[in-house]
Nanobody
Framework: QVQLVESGGGLVQPGGSLRLSCTAS????????IAWFRQAPGKEREGVSC????????LYGDSVKGRVTISRDYAKNTVFLQMNSLKPEDTAVYSC????????????????????WGQGTQVTVSS
């Protein structure tokens, strides 16, 4: 059974940092493109960042560019999302997904051919 499990969310003050993890079981993420999405209450899901499998090229949405870094640890079968300088508008449920085809459209990262989704982890930025 394939599972993507996110962790690392929580409550953080504005300006703070969090590192989210997306760990897979039942499948190797090495050749998959992995994306992070977020969805705030009452808003559409938004692509945050994407990392390709083979060469590890990375893409970022305009709303997080310069504040977020996506990376992967092949040995741990995990993709990370380091988020710095967090703002209240970053509050959302963050989910990871595995698929093929990362690109940016209308300022948001996009992942095509999604095969697997995680359940999400809550990130709340508030003082």
């Amino acid at each position: 059974q394939v599972q993507l499990v996110e962790s690392g969310g929580g409550l953080v003050q504005p300006g703070g940092s969090l590192r989210l993890s997306c760990t897979a079981s039942g499948v190797s993420l090495n050749n998959w493109h992995i994306a992070w999405f977020r969805q705030a209450p009452g808003k559409e899901r938004e692509g945050v960042s994407c990392i390709e499998g083979h060469f590890g090229a990375t893409l970022y949405g305009d709303s997080v560019k310069g504040r977020v870094t996506i990376s992967r640890d092949y040995a741990k079968n995990t993709v990370f999302l380091q988020m710095n300088s967090l703002k209240p508008e970053d509050t959302a449920v963050y989910s990871c997904a595995a698929g093929y085809g990362c690109y940016v459209r209308d300022g948001k990262s996009v992942l095509r051919n999604i095969r697997y989704w995680g359940q999400g982890t809550q990130v709340t930025v508030s003082s």
